[in-house]
């Protein structure tokens, strides 16, 4: 699943999925100007909690969303 944050007209795109060599799970996160970075973690439990952290640090530094896209 797509995620996107937008702050003006600039958007940071996240992407939560299972880690192509189906150990795990991945979020993919895309901000202005980096390269993408790829985070990992074992379990859905602890990129669920992962996801929510970086929803909230998003959101307090000023991005709206997460708006949602298959």
């Given at each position: 699943?797509?995620?996107?944050?937008?702050?003006?007209?600039?958007?940071?795109?996240?992407?939560?999925?299972?880690?192509d060599d189906g150990?795990?799970?991945?979020?993919?996160?895309?901000?202005?100007?980096?390269?993408?970075?790829?985070?990992?973690?074992?379990?859905?439990?602890?990129?669920?909690?992962?996801?929510?952290?970086l929803q909230e640090?998003?959101?307090?530094?000023?991005?709206?969303?997460?708006?949602?896209?298959?």
């Open positions: 699943m797509f995620y996107f944050f937008q702050k003006e007209s600039v958007y940071i795109q996240c992407e939560v999925r299972q880690a150990a795990g799970f991945e979020i993919a996160i895309t901000e202005p100007n980096q390269p993408e970075r790829v985070e990992r973690y074992p379990s859905s439990d602890t990129v669920h909690r992962r996801w929510l952290e640090r998003f959101q307090r530094d000023g991005w709206w969303g997460p708006l949602g896209r298959d």
